[in-house]
């Protein structure tokens, strides 16, 4: 069987699971044209059906297996969407599957891989431990391995997203979409650069676990020491070898983003376009605000891959992002321990607008002296220059503010 992907393959594939999955919408974000100088367009896959881009990959997969194949049940690894694409495939055709996934996936995305009726078995931190786990159960069972994105027929249904892309924007320049094996991007970018040469193909990557960009670097694909990571949906420690060659040779420029510049993609996606976003859905916003993307002028789409967040950790993802963007500010004053100190604190906070959330008092702090107690405020402003001007008002008012 051969390995590589071709054109046809993914119209086939498009062909294939038009009636199976839906057509997510492009959006505009005006927002971020004017920050950019760019017209900018969202390709929301996190509207998908499981709520991610990977559902394709996995449905095109099963379609074209034997019947020998399925009547062995399927086995796949996953840090959670490839997992519910995969489950709610073989739902479909009474199919048996068990997934195996990391044992830090997310809840939201272990119970919906239940939900839609697979057996779920969880294993190490990172989607390579899985990975290992998953090959050990299909030697014992012999069930059919599903890999999530080192497979032509999953690259394929990836592609799918592609041509819609330039069905729906033909004069398109930039796409950008995130990377974790390789899979989405190698699909992307072989439909458009196939249709459309000269269209530039951007991937982004977490800065954690930048697997793909130390592959092209050595011009291997090779293991990485990967560092936890919120883009838990590209968190691989070794790329794919089929999807490393397809990008290898049709992808243009690889970026990596850190951790606080996600918080503040997920964030502003939220806030500014409504759209929720997962952590690896969130990349290719968190390149184009930390001025990763040296082009102007140009119609660029980026792929929001999907959005299946824990809710747990989007609470955390956002009060990180707020204190990044000075939203949030959090500052101790040693006041004397009598009455109404606290008080005129309070009043110069509140007569400068920011809104109290926390407020902690002791007297029991190591270095205090006998008159002296200490607050700690957590309070929220409305961006970073009022906050500084809280601050200065304070200072202003006689209180050291640490």
Avoid: W
């Amino acid at each position: 069987m051969k390995n590589t992907v071709t054109l046809e393959d993914i119209i086939k594939a498009q062909e294939t699971i038009k009636n199976l999955i839906k057509r997510t919408p492009i959006v505009e974000c005006p927002t971020l044209e004017a920050i950019t100088g760019n017209k900018i367009y969202l390709k929301l896959e996190n509207l998908q059906k499981t709520g991610s881009f990977k559902v394709r990959g996995a449905l095109n997969k099963i379609a074209n297996l034997t019947e020998q194949e399925k009547s062995m049940g399927v086995i796949a690894s996953s840090a959670g969407n490839h997992a519910q694409g995969v489950a709610l495939g073989a739902a479909a055709q009474d199919i048996k599957a068990t997934i195996v996934m990391p044992a830090t996936a997310p809840l939201a995305k272990i119970s919906a891989t239940r939900g839609y009726g697979a057996e779920v078995i969880l294993h190490g931190n990172v989607y390579d431990d899985a990975f290992s786990k998953a090959c050990e159960v299909q030697k014992e069972t012999g069930a059919t391995f599903l890999h999530p994105f080192d497979d032509r027929f999953v690259i394929a249904g990836q592609g799918t997203i592609g041509l819609e892309i330039l069905e729906d924007i033909p004069d398109i320049d930039v796409v950008i979409v995130p990377i974790g094996g390789g899979g989405i991007l190698a699909g992307i970018a072989k439909a458009i650069k196939s249709i459309k040469p000269e269209v530039k193909i951007i991937g982004v990557e977490a800065s954690n676990a930048a697997s793909m960009l130390e592959a092209i670097k050595n011009n291997c694909v090779c293991e990485i020491d990967s560092k936890p990571t919120i883009a838990d949906g590209i968190a691989v420690r070794k790329a794919g070898a089929t999807t490393f060659e397809m990008i290898r040779e049709n992808v243009d420029e690889i970026v990596t983003v850190s951790e606080d510049e996600i918080a503040k993609a997920i964030l502003f996606l939220m806030e500014k376009s409504k759209v929720v976003a997962e952590g690896a859905g969130a990349t290719p916003i968190a390149a184009l605000l930390a001025g990763k993307i040296n082009v102007k002028d140009k119609k660029i789409c980026s792929v929001i891959s999907g959005g299946n967040m824990d809710i747990n950790l989007m609470e955390r993802i956002l009060n990180r992002a707020l204190i990044l963007e000075g939203r949030r500010f959090e500052f101790k004053i040693n006041l004397t321990d009598k009455a109404g100190e606290l008080h005129k604190i309070v009043k110069i906070i509140s007569d400068s607008n920011a809104n109290i959330l926390n407020i902690n008092q002791t007297m029991y702090k190591k270095g205090l002296g006998i008159t002296q107690q200490q607050a700690n405020f957590v309070v929220e402003c409305f961006d970073v220059n009022h906050r500084d001007e809280l601050r200065k008002t304070l200072e202003d008012a006689g209180y050291e503010v640490v």
